[in-house]
């Protein structure tokens, strides 16, 4: 977020706007879970009010799922800079990139009302302990006191529904440009331009469609899953796509040696 913000050109650039605004995602997304889930190791008493959970619930879907839409949008990005590329600027003008940033932004804040209200119109009662490393939809439903197969099958359309669609788009969108573009050296550009995108959208999704495209029934590996969509994903995806890209790499270089100019 410091490098795209400090660097012009960076932060001109449409892919980089969206980059940055993904990193900022990312930031948040991680910090609806990982220090309360890094407090719990510490503690004893692994509690949360229930108020606490909520919150965490709503903000959890809020964020995951406007990292979702935005991911798409940076497919679209992608789609243009490759298939359209005399058009490019003027297609993902700035205008447009804050429109679809917003609009991932109300998408997820509309489908996290949804999953929230859902979840709290629900009677509860028993022992309430979340069967997982944070408050999420589906060990929540589990401990209703009440038949929530209709709850289930309206949050799985959503949210499910939400994670599956998108991932469909962007794979699809992909396999567009491949189809358009004709030359091997041209596919091959193309491969090495979207396959950081890919690999953090395969890290995304992947365990996202396999917990919540399906009924919430419990498996044993699905606090691992959680925590590698919730933890390791929003981790690596800064990573990922720096690595594989020089522009950031001599950006953050530059920022280093301004940084150490103004220490001395």
């Known amino acids: 977020m410091v490098t795209v913000a400090s660097d012009t050109y960076l932060n001109s650039s449409p892919m980089y706007f969206l980059l940055g605004n993904l990193s900022f995602l990312d930031l948040c997304y991680s910090t609806v879970t990982t220090p309360k889930l890094l407090a719990d190791f510490l503690d004893n008493k692994k509690l949360i009010p229930y108020n606490h959970c909520i919150v965490q619930l709503f903000f ?8 979702m839409f935005l991911l798409t949008v940076m497919a679209y990005d992608r789609y243009v800079a490759i298939c359209r590329p005399l058009h ?26 949804v999953q929230t209200i859902l979840t709290v119109c629900l009677p509860f009662c028993g022992p ?8 999420d939809v589906p060990p929540v439903i589990k401990l209703a006191c009440a038949d929530t197969f209709v709850i289930e099958l309206l949050m ?3 949210s499910g529904l939400i994670s599956t669609s998108s991932f469909v788009v962007l794979i699809s969108s992909y396999t567009t440009i491949l189809v358009r573009i004709r030359s091997k050296e041209g596919r091959r550009k193309a491969l090495s331009t979207c396959a950081s995108h890919l690999m953090v959208v395969t890290l995304f999704f992947g365990p996202c469609i396999f917990i919540y495209a399906r009924p919430f029934s419990t498996f044993s590996t699905d606090k691992m899953v959680s925590v590698l969509y919730n933890v390791i994903t929003p981790m690596l995806n800064p990573l990922i796509y720096t690595l594989r890209n020089k522009e950031v790499k001599s950006a953050m270089q530059k920022l280093w040696d301004r940084s150490r100019l103004w220490k001395k």
């Open 88 to 113: 490019y600027t003027t297609v993902m003008s700035r205008g447009l990139c804050r429109v679809l940033v917003v609009a991932s932004w109300m998408g997820g804040f509309v489908h996290s009302t």
């Open 60 to 67: 959890l879907h809020f964020v995951g799922a406007a990292e």
């Open 156 to 158: 799985v359309s959503n």
């Open 128 to 135: 309430k302990q979340v069967d997982n490393f944070f408050c």
